[in-house]
């Protein structure tokens, strides 16, 4: 936690973006724009701009969330290890969420690089915030002590479609055609053009014609031109020059591990592991785990539950149990589907960028989606086999049965 804040004062304050776009005039390679920029000053800018909306939601993910962990952390070293683990029961689930402004960042500079003439990367503040997101996310995971799983509670809705899961056939065929759909969505949904970006005609023509200014960088024949001659040649150009981008997720990400820089590298292949490679495997491993627990025997199943009235902690496969822990709180592919208008959002407010979701978002959005649809689905899978004879569901570790069930049963929980 000490390494993750020393990483998001970093990322706050160093700089995330820099990116310059240059143009072939007269022989002559012409900078149009350059800019970069930190979360800080690209906060101020857009406040001035009056683009409220996105400043409200990245100054929640990049810095009001943070300070709440922070804050969560002190408290749970003040009232010592057990005393404290409610508080980080409070913001577990929403640590991954601080990576919202790393994916939009990521997403900003591989949009960027597919534009003609543009040159784009990342800072060192990029790669420091990354950082903070994936060890802080880490260390909320491990600060209660023993890393364990926490089930979804069962409700009402849980209970319907349980109902349907009886049989084992049902289940089986339920599970695999839900995870079969989660992927075959997260494929188009990345290979798709999922975001427009562009650079408006009447900016351009600012930017060449500001350029154009420096009469010493034009070859010798196109000093002597008047200023009406010159603006017509700026305008020309501005008209003909197309800098506008259509990409998609799996673009981006191919652009950005090949971009020279290595703070681009390093961060981006951090990042999008987290979104795309363990959402993937966390689908598959508790799909495995699902169906393997309804086809556990009888007797292993009373064995579960004699452990449970012993006080002791009965679960099966307690390694795979940890592992799906990480896996979860590492997730970020339900990050990313918010970052897309986030992004959108954050780089409209700027007068030399401008930017538009296209249809293949919502692929992108139906991904993140059908990943938690998959995961409550193998949730009813477990419960299907985790109740009562006379149909009760099981009871959490700790709760004590009612009274009008006490003399049913044991119930069996994980």
């Known amino acids: 936690m000490f390494i993750s804040t020393i990483l998001l004062y970093q990322g706050l304050s160093a700089t995330l973006v820099f990116w310059k776009i240059s143009l072939e005039i007269f022989g002559t390679s012409l900078t149009v724009i350059d800019d970069n920029r930190t979360f800080s000053g690209m906060m101020q800018q857009m406040t001035h701009e009056e683009a409220m909306l996105p400043v409200m939601f990245l100054v929640f993910f990049g810095f009001v969330l943070p300070l709440i962990k922070i804050v969560l952390f002190t408290m749970w070293v003040w009232d010592g290890v057990g005393g404290g683990d409610k508080y980080i029961r409070y913001v577990k689930g929403l640590s991954k969420w601080t990576g919202v402004?790393?994916?939009?960042?990521?997403?900003?500079?591989?949009m960027l690089l597919k534009i003609p003439g543009a040159d784009?990367?990342?800072g060192y503040g990029f790669t420091c915030f990354v950082g903070y997101v994936l060890l802080s996310t880490i260390a909320f995971c491990c600060l209660p002590g023993e890393v364990h799983f926490a089930e979804e509670p069962p409700n009402a809705f849980h209970m319907k479609v349980c109902e349907k899961f009886r049989s084992p056939r049902v289940r089986k065929a339920t599970l695999a055609v839900s995870l079969t759909t989660f992927l075959v969505v997260l494929s188009f949904g990345l290979s798709v053009h999922t975001m427009r970006l562009w650079i408006p005609k009447d900016t351009l023509q600012w930017n060449i014609g500001h350029r154009l200014l420096n009469r010493e960088a034009l070859p010798e024949p196109l000093r002597s031109l008047s200023d009406p001659m010159m603006q017509r040649i700026e305008e020309a150009?501005?008209?003909?020059?197309d800098l506008t981008a259509d990409t998609s997720v799996s673009g981006c990400i191919r652009r950005l591990m090949q971009s020279n820089s290595w703070y681009t590298v390093a961060g981006s292949l951090a990042l999008f592991i987290c979104v795309i490679v363990i959402p993937v495997a966390y689908a598959v491993i508790n799909t495995a785990y699902?169906?393997?627990?309804?086809?556990?025997?009888?007797?292993?199943?009373?064995?579960?539950?004699?452990a449970t009235n012993r006080g002791e902690e009965a679960a099966p496969w307690p390694a795979m149990s940890r592992l799906r822990a990480f896996l979860w709180d590492l997730s970020l592919l339900d990050v990313c589907a918010v970052a897309f208008p986030i992004a959108t959002g954050a780089i409209s407010y700027r007068n030399d960028l401008q930017g538009e979701m296209l249809d293949g978002y919502a692929l992108i959005f139906l991904a993140a989606l059908s990943w938690h649809v998959q995961n409550f689905l193998c949730r009813c899978a477990q419960l299907s086999v985790l109740t009562t004879l006379d149909g009760h569901f099981l009871l959490e570790p700790g709760a004590e049965p009612a009274a009008e069930t006490r003399s049913s049963p044991a119930p069996i929980y994980i």
């Open 120 to 122: 784009a990367a990342h």
């Open 290 to 306: 699902a169906l393997a627990l309804t086809e556990l025997p009888e007797e292993e199943l009373k064995g579960l539950t004699d």
């Open 101 to 110: 402004d790393a994916v939009v960042e990521a997403l900003v500079v591989g």
């Open 237 to 241: 150009v501005a008209r003909l020059v």
